[in-house]
């Protein structure tokens, strides 16, 4: 195996962006993931060493954004409220998350080569 070969390839991070203002990418996404294992906001920014305060902007942000509602408070009961994703929320992390891997599948060879190319060129 190629000293090429065995280093991993390099990363393809996907942002979309909306309009020139708004856009939707791997943080808010891992936040809505956070969210959605955790159930909670704060815990969710807790899991990325984020601020409170950042983490509900951010929730506040992607609601806007989208124009519905992703992410959802809960009722308070004996050990506090939470938040979950909603229906819309699930779709919009799927949909990115499947736009993600549909164009790493799609530069994958580029990726391989563009690997290649830098190890060539550290090499001379």
């Known amino acids: 195996m190629s000293r090429a070969s065995a280093k991993p390839l390099p990363q393809l991070s996907v942002r979309i962006d909306l309009d020139s203002e708004d856009r939707i990418g791997p943080g808010k996404i ?5 969210i959605r294992e955790h159930g909670s906001i ?21 609601n806007r954004i989208c124009g519905h509602a992703a992410v959802e408070p809960q009722a308070g009961g004996k050990n506090g409220g939470g938040a979950m994703l909603t229906p819309f929320g699930e779709k919009l992390v799927a949909r990115y998350r499947k736009i993600e891997r549909d164009a790493a599948r799609a530069v994958h060879k580029e990726l391989e080569a563009l690997r290649s190319d830098i190890a060539r060129s550290r090499k001379s």
């Open 30 to 34: 891992e936040l809505l993931e956070q």
């Open 42 to 62: 704060s815990a969710a920014g807790r899991a990325m060493d984020m601020s409170y305060k950042r983490a509900w902007d951010l929730v506040d942000e992607i």
